[in-house]
C-alpha cells in the first residue's frame, strides 16, 4: 500500500497496473484495494490463482466501490482455459495474459476472434526478455484487441534490437523484415 502511494505520487500522470504474482487472496486484494482509495488502477493482474468463486468476489467488489473501470487480468501463470473462459464469457475478466512465446503466435492468432466476440482484451505476457516485448507490440499492431504491452527493458548480447526502442514511455517497433530484429556477429 505504501509503495503504490508513493508510486502515485511520484507519477500521478501515470496509469497504475498491479501485479500480484498468485499472492493475495479475495479479502487481501480487497483490503489492498480498500488501503490505496482514491489512487487509480489501469489493471489488476493475477492477484491469486484463478478461479471462478475468487475472481467473481474481487469483481463484485470493484463494481460496487468505484473501481469499475480498473480492469483485471490472468492467465499469466496456471492457464486454467475452461475457468478463464467462462469468466471472460461473464464479463468478469477483462484482459488475457498468456506468454507470447509459450502459448505461440499461430495460437494467439486462433485465440483473438474468441476474445473480440466475449470483448476481453490482450495483453501478451512478456516478462523475462526484451524480444517478447518486441513479439507481443508485433502481435497486437497486427491483430489488434491489445489493451498493453509489457515493456521489458533489457539488451540481448546476441540480437541487435534496431529501431524496436522505448522512447518516452512507448515502444516504437521497426516497419522492417524479421520484426528488425538483428542477429549480431560472435
Known amino acids: 500500500i505504501e509503495v503504490t502511494r508513493a508510486i502515485s505520487q511520484a507519477f500521478p500522470d501515470c ?3 498491479v501485479d500480484g504474482n498468485d499472492g493475495f487472496t479475495p479479502a ?14 489501469y489493471w489488476i493482474e493475477e492477484p491469486f490463482v484463478e478461479t471462478d468463486a475468487a475472481w467473481r468476489e474481487v469483481h463484485a467488489w470493484t463494481k460496487a466501490n468505484g473501481r469499475a473501470n480498473t480492469l483485471l487480468a490472468d492467465g499469466e501463470q496456471y492457464n486454467d ?17 498468456l506468454d507470447i512465446t509459450g502459448y505461440g503466435f499461430t495460437r494467439w492468432r486462433e485465440l483473438m476472434p ?16 526484451g524480444l517478447k516485448s ?3 507490440a508485433q502481435l ?5 484487441n491489445g489493451s498493453s504491452v509489457e515493456g521489458v527493458t533489457c539488451s540481448h548480447e546476441h540480437v541487435d534490437f534496431g529501431e524496436n526502442v522505448i522512447r518516452e514511455g512507448k515502444l516504437r517497433l521497426s516497419a ?7 542477429l549480431r556477429n560472435p
Open 176 to 182: 522492417k523484415p524479421g520484426f528488425g530484429l538483428a
Open 28 to 41: 487481501t486484494m480487497i483490503a489492498y484495494l480498500q488501503g490505496i482509495e482514491g489512487i487509480p488502477l
Open 114 to 129: 474468441r476474445l473480440v466476440k466475449t470483448r476481453t482484451l490482450s495483453s501478451p505476457h512478456a516478462w523475462g526478455s
Open 140 to 144: 497486437l499492431g497486427g491483430l489488434g
Open 134 to 136: 518486441v513479439y507481443a
Open 81 to 97: 482455459f475452461p475457468v478463464l473462459e467462462k469468466l471472460e464469457t461473464d464479463g468478469v475478466l477483462n484482459v488475457r495474459l
Open 15 to 17: 496509469g497504475l497496473l
